[in-house]
């Protein structure tokens, strides 16, 4: 199906595997899920590397992070797609078994360790845990441009069950997070991408800022953001109207104004404090960025409603931080 083609369609279930045996692309599935009382979280990863010439690969990844300890755990797996079934909502590969309807199993050996984990999760039982897409219209989901595309089906779950880390095991019931599909061409040229869920407040928030390459050229940053509370969304994605929108990126730091017909929200997302890995993302074409991630950074949301009361949405150290780009980073001696 051509990228035409499918703007006349109806799109594909949001966890609807894109990867069709085609080279020239990437594709990932992913979890989080945060310590609601101490800065400790994991992350799993299922991805697809389809280059332009040469067999696809699949891996799967396994962060541990540990705000206390001031230690991570992280290593990849790889091996050949034809090793790995892909089965509706089921992805079995040597390293995790994952069933998108609620659990995941696997086994992953570290440096640190081998670190294994037995999970399974549930939405939120709130309408803020409807499935969310924050590119704003099928043409950007389904269309040529931007060429990396991203869904969450699941924006606020809660997780049961425990992990087995070289040094203890870890009970995550009660833990809360979400899960997300992204899918493309390539990556994204660059980009900070941050998602916190607010338990108390029935709330969640989920935003980028990103440059882009469009006929050999960058783009300016390209921002945009979500906000749910509770059955009302505001929805701050006039992507490409840089007059209603200010970013800053830093190193371990990013801070987003905008503002829509919904009203205005200023947000800062900020790790400096937590401990962060360096990912080696590969593109089709061969190139290499660096994803630089952290679960644990602290988050501070205000929102002004064009129709209603100012809200503060805070969270000490339950924000998913993301930071791509091109260039190695002299702190992280090891990439993942």
Partial sequence: MTALTS????????????????????????????????????????????????????????????????????????????????????????????????KARGSLDAPEGTASFDVSWKPVDSPMAAPLSILPWKLLRAGPFPKSKLLTPSPALTFSGSLTLPKETVNV???????????????????????????EADAMLEGFSARVKVGGRTTPRLSGLVVRRGAR?????????????????????????????????????????????????????GERSYCFNSKLAAVEATVRPSDGASFVLKSEHGGALEFLRRQADPRFTRVV
């Fill in 173 to 199: 019931d009660g833990w809360i997070g979400m899960q997300g599909h992204n899918w493309g061409a390539e990556h994204t040229f660059e980009y900070a991408w941050g998602q916190c869920v607010f338990p």
């Fill in 233 to 285: 969304t505001y929805r701050f994605d006039r992507i490409f109207d840089g007059w209603r929108q200010r970013a800053t990126v830093d190193d371990d730091r990013w801070t987003l104004s905008l503002r829509s017909d919904d009203g205005d929200v200023t947000l800062a997302m900020d790790a400096r404090n937590q401990p962060m890995v360096c990912l080696g993302y590969d593109n089709p074409n």
């Fill in 7 to 102: 703007l006349f369609t109806k799109e594909p279930a949001d966890n609807a595997l894109r990867f069709h045996g085609q080279s020239g692309h990437v594709e990932s599935y992913f979890l989080r899920a945060n310590d609601p009382h101490r800065p400790r979280a994991f992350w799993l990863k299922q991805c697809v590397l389809a280059p332009l010439s040469g067999p696809a690969l699949a891996e799967s990844w396994f962060i541990w992070f540990d705000g206390e300890q001031r230690r991570t755990i992280a290593q990849r797996v790889q091996q050949p797609v034809s090793e790995v079934s892909f089965s509706g909502d089921a992805v079995n590969s040597k390293a995790i078994t994952l069933d998108l309807r609620g």
